[in-house]
């Protein structure tokens, strides 16, 4: 009698694998597990580093930005930051503003 593949030297039952082997060992699943406890700990230290590290840049632009405008106070005499209305990041003010606020 011929296999289901048409191999005469296997029968018919030979070619059913037998599920229970393959997939009946806790400890695989255990070790599974901890692997994925694992990375999921480092992808929650990622975050935190990447949500620290965005914080700070945060804070260095407000710091840089706050600079700029203080040397543009102090380059043109104008009022310091605090008394100069903030606009809005990335946007300068234009020359026409500035002149204005040298009694141009």
Do not use: V, W
Not at 27 to 39: K, P, R, T, V
Not at 69 to 93: H, I, V
């Amino acid at each position: 009698m011929s296999g289901p593949n048409g191999d005469p030297n296997m029968s018919s039952d030979e070619g059913i694998i037998n599920d229970e082997d393959d997939f009946g060992d806790e400890e695989e699943y255990a070790a599974i597990n901890s692997m994925l406890d694992q990375i999921n700990s480092y992808l929650d230290d990622l975050e935190e580093r990447n949500d620290s590290l965005n914080g700070k840049l945060h804070e260095l632009m407000e710091s840089n930005r706050q600079a700029r405008l203080e040397f543009r106070a102090q380059l043109l005499g104008s009022p310091t930051p605090q008394e100069e209305s903030c606009p809005a990041d990335g946007d300068s003010p234009s020359n026409e503003d500035l002149n204005e606020d040298k009694g141009d």
